[in-house]
């Protein structure tokens, strides 16, 4: 029953953070970029085309794992990159991580994960391993990332299923897949694949046109989908949503549906609202950022302190304002979006799960003591 | 395949009053939750619709109504309101602003004789003070009057209530048998034939006094079809574009083509059941409003679908509207100093007129406050209307009481 507790204080607080714009909760999910350098240099990929040159050093990793682990509720870190592979402290900072009690996640296109690799990475603690598959066959994948980009792809998830199993057990094994108009007519053939492969988890996100202005997709982009494309997509939808609803597999972060509103420009902030107090990037460089915008950097402050520079309150103002949601699925918190949603939600679960009378009213006492907290912050706040 | 355009609620049948002309709060007493009808006006927004009417019975008497019309706000849609002003205090008039509120519509019968009569004792002056209490808070306000042989004498002075407080547009509509469950008992609200042409003059002052004021009414040619209707004369139009346009919504969930197809047993479906963008979209509505239009409709006269009452009037209706969209020409003067900007949105304002028509206030009312909006607004982000935090607040105290109430239930 705690645990509904926990969940009503987490949502209100990321419903608060947002009317008020002003953080009072931590991030849920931290992706870090050790690099961008990358074994690849795929066609949609904005990310190997910045901040090159740049690494994150160990120790400031470190410091950041330090301090997270401080703090309450449950986050999750993913490193990605560019390749994350290709760090000489991979396995060392997972180590850290793990000694540091953190849900950490990573991220890879799979091309430096041969057996051996693939062994370490059972035993490393790691919650998640995830690797890019852009396409059903070589000729997509290959054709958007390097020649012989599928092939291993494929092998590396062979070695991690092949280790998973010696080792009796280790990371989930997960596909990532991004939606674009090169890929879009064999979305639903990547489950066979990933199915044949011994994969446990596939998700689909959205290609991002201009990763410096997510807020402005357009169109006219290469990897965009038009009209036509728009019409494939919701028949592979279609197919995969009915696949999902009988084999599981796949993992929806949202409704799949919105999707096509997404590529059709006609998505709103009131279908999928991207609460800016989620999420943070940390980049190669350092910098803590949100949607592109940089506010503080991790090499001379506190993670915390980053997420409370003025820079900080400008960027997360102008994601609440954000007309063109870009549907990268962490950017969001639909549970927290609307208040009366998070009280029934609450008082459902004391209703269903809360065992005696006096249980229920010291959550439900709580739960009102809580408002009322929130409610004096509201009317202190008001210019 | 036509958009559709708006969404009238009913919220509740529940009332504060007991209207002789009226028995809808007679009728079925489940209610949707707040979350079905988000759910609504969001589908409302994914088909394209521009306005969502809140009515009912008195929609004041539903504690999250002002949820409701934030969150129509939010999604940038057109919010308006129907009340019959008794619980429109001082209070709830500034919740209203909170909300974001487009337009609230009052009802006023006649002199506070007649009003009283019809409505009960006292109303009169309770929705004479909602109409002062929007005034202060600035929003638009419009007065709706029920047509009957008991208020008609009476319909220019309908016009200086309105002006008196500064509504913008007063609507008409006359007296519907729908509303009332023992149909004999509105016998008394017809006019005789003898009575037509006097009618037909009261009409005439009416129309010629609104112009004097500067308050939108009802399209001449609809008010001109009034006195012979209410005489029992009834037309039997073959297409009505309320089919297409707009839908109404029960308390408990229903949708129906139109209101008064609704008493013929016309039912799409229920909200509960299916979404409204699936219904709006489905077969079986088409096939409904296909019939209708093909096989003649009960007929009426409800002033929520004047404009677009048979093919002809509409078309000469979205004329007049479209020409005094044109008068924009002269904000656009104010181009200069707002920059390419604002005439590009003035031009999108002409091209959008339909929408226009659509929309419950007064036009130009609506066209002033969209250009000072950019004026003031060039640079920021654009309002989508309504207060975040203080709607927040109202429903801090709304959950607190739910809880308690949770607590009091143990
Ligand atoms: C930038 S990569 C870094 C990790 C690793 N190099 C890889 O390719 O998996 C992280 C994820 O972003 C995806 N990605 C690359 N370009 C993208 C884009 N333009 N929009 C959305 N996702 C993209 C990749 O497919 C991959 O799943
Ligand atoms: C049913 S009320 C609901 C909103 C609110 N309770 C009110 O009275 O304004 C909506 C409108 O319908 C009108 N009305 C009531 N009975 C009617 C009838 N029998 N025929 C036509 N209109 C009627 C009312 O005057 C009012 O303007
Ligand atoms: S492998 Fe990953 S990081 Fe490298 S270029 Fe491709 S998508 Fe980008
Ligand atoms: S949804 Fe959020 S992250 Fe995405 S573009 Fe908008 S503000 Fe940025
Ligand atoms: S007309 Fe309005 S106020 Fe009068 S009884 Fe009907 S719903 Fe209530
Ligand atoms: S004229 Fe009246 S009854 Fe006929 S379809 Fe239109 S709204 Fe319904």
Redesign the pocket.
Known sequence: MTEAFKKFETNLSYYFSRVLNKRLAKPLWIFISLSHQCTYNCQMCGVVKILKGYELNTEDVKKAFNEISGWQRDFTVVITGGEPFLRKDIFEIFRYAREANLNIEAVTNGSLIDRAVAGKIMASGLKNIAVSLDGAGEQTHDYIREKGAFRKATEALKHLVAAKRDNRGGPQISVWTTIMKENVGELFDIISVARELGVECLVYHPVIVAQEDMQNTSSSARFWLQEEEVKILKGQIDRIVDYQKKNGLVAFLHDPYLWLRHFNGQLTSQEWSCNPFVFINIGPDGEVRSCGAAFGNIRNMDLEACLDTPEADRARGLMKNCRKPCLQTCWSHPEADSLSGIVDTFIYEVRKYSSGRQEKKELLDAALSRLTDYESLLKNAKP | MPNLKEVII?ITNR?N?R?R??D?PGGKSEELPTDQWKKVISDASRLGSQTIVF?????LLREDIFELIYFTRKNKLNACL????CLIDSQAASRLSASGVNVV???I?GSKGTHDHL?GEGSFEKALSALENLRSQRIESTV?????RYNYKELPYILEVAKNYGSTTV?L????????KDRAS?AG?FIDEADIQKMEGLIGRFISVSKEYKISVNPESYLRKIPAYLAGRRSHPRNCAALWYSCPIASNGDVFPCWIEAANNKLIGNIREEGLYELWLSGKRMKMVNSIVNNGCSGCL??CYDEVFGSRLSKAYLLDKAKKVKKIASYQRLANKAGQLLKSQATTMKLRYRFYASYRGSVTNLLKRRLSRILNKLQGPEKTGGDEKEMALLEISRLKTKLEKEIRSL
Not at chain 2, 144 to 148: G, R
Not at chain 2, 173 to 180: G, K, M, R, T, V
């Open positions: 009913s009332c009053l209207c002309m009226c809808i009515s009912g019975g008195e929609p129907t009340s019959n002003g519509n009052i009802s019968e409505r709706a009057s029920t047509v009957s609507r509509q006359p007296f519907n048998l729908i509303f009332l509105g609200f409800m002033s």
